[in-house]
């Protein structure tokens, strides 16, 4: 009997677990957003607390400031809040200045993503490389289209953008009136309903709702001046006749997205987006592993890291390691095992992140994220149960964007930089690389902000002061092959441009876009990924 309630109390609590992350290109709104669905949530009394933050994100120049505002950003990281009887995880994922692999990494840790595009830019790099990474996990992804209230792209051609470039079906589900100044609401095309802004009063209602019974409806003529009520009604029979309807399972597969219209600074279409979340988004579900899938409901305690915030003091090595947790209850002070060393941990004081800071974590369900102090000893990609040995799969490093080679001045360092470059990599700060020919160290980030950040982590955390030199490449593929002699063969003919990963895996560096488009050509059995599986 106990063990039925046991169990009972655990599946309640999982299923009612929505982890996600929104993905955007850099002032989409991303912050604005986060914070109204926060107001909603309840997660935050005043407009302008996250925006805040998003604000110093922006105005600091160099990492030194970066690092001061860490203890903030650390707390902002993971927000978690309750709306209609769901608990939700927000991940953040950092953009701006602080776009690191960390930014791609944190989609590991989600079910679930939102991604805002600007309705004046469409598809933006940022965005594309985001949601590319959600694609290699066929996640859901739900689409807000923000800023209707300016001039903006037509929303079919938006439509068709995100059809087009990203390669997916797309749905809407609210639909625009107009837009700019001549922006009046949204139509809710699946309960049919009138959502206007309410320009008496933005913010404490900032919508009023009408049903109607269909397009027909003469409230529509009541309430919208006669030009808008047709552009509207011509609108949505094209939008009935051409565009998809929505369709769930599609969507969780990750093959269609459901796209809202709004405003997220007047607050407009983010409570419909936040009412379609707690309806449309998945609980925590199946995890791959090595060995077999583990289940979210499993009652054994399981998980990953997928991000270490080190440096909290730099004159301690301690770090925090966000674990996600995929299966079980986990209380405070468990025993659990740390697959990679073997070793067990005992996790007395785990966090839990709030939108406004942090506190103990007493307990925690799969789904949740908590973080765990430690002094280096939890890597990204470790695994962590109960006592199985489990090796959860999917967890990608990224090619880099940008590589420069790093030495030390002073050869009498050239231990310590490789111990602090060692370190580094497997924290996930950047990725190395040690060429074959002369060993020089090669430093590889998704954002260039990042190597700034490494000089003085190295500098201030190693004692070793260290100067990048640029290279005649762009970027390095992992070099991957069915065929071991096909591998051995391409190495051995191109040992000038090889070097290794910190795991020894080896890679290819890249001089320009011809050059890695000649090697495909060239060597049709060799696959030049720019992902690789971290535990590789
Ligand atoms: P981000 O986190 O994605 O980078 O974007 P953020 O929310 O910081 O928004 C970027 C800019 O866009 C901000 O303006 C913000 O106020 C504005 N913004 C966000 N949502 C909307 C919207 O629905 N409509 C309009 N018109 N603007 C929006 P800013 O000038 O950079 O900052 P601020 O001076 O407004 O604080």
Known sequence: MLEILRMNHLKENIDKRRTFAIIAHPDAGKTTLTEKLLLFGGAIQLAGAVKARGDQRRARSDWMKV????????????MTFEYKKKVFNLLDTPGHEDFSEDTYRVLTAVDSSVMVLDAAQGIESQTKKLFEVCRLRDMPITTFINKMDRESKDPF?????????????????????????????????????????NKADKIKKPSITLTLKGLGDTQLDKR?????????????EMVNEFCKKFDLKSYLEGNLTPVYFGSAINTFGVQELLNGLTNITPPPGMQESLSRKISSEEEKVTGFIFK?????????????AFMRLCSGHFKRGMKLKHLRTEKNINVHNPILFLAQGRKLAEEAFAGDIIGIPNHGNLHIGDSISEGENIQFTGLPSFAPEYIQKIRTQDPMLTKHLTRALQQLAEEGAASIFKRYLGGDWIVGVVGQLQFEVMADRIRTEYDVPVIFEKLNFITAR???????SDKMLFIKNNSEIIADDHKNNPVVLIRNNWHLDHLFEEWPNIKFSNVKEQNN
């Open 308 to 320: 270490i915030q080190a440096n909290m003091n730099p004159k301690h090595r301690d770090r925090i």
């Open 224 to 236: 919208l001046p006669s030009d808008s009520a047709y552009e509207l009604r011509e609108q949505l």
């Open 157 to 197: 051609d938006l439509i068709d953008e995100i059809e087009q470039t990203l390669q997916i079906d797309v749905c809407p589900v609210s639909w625009p009136i107009g837009m700019g100044s001549r922006f009046l609401g949204c139509y809710d095309l699946i309960k049919d309903q009138l959502i206007l802004i």
């Open 478 to 484: 992992w070099i991957q092959s069915d065929q071991k």
């Open 67 to 78: 690092e001061k505002e860490r203890g903030i950003s650390v707390s902002s990281s993971v």
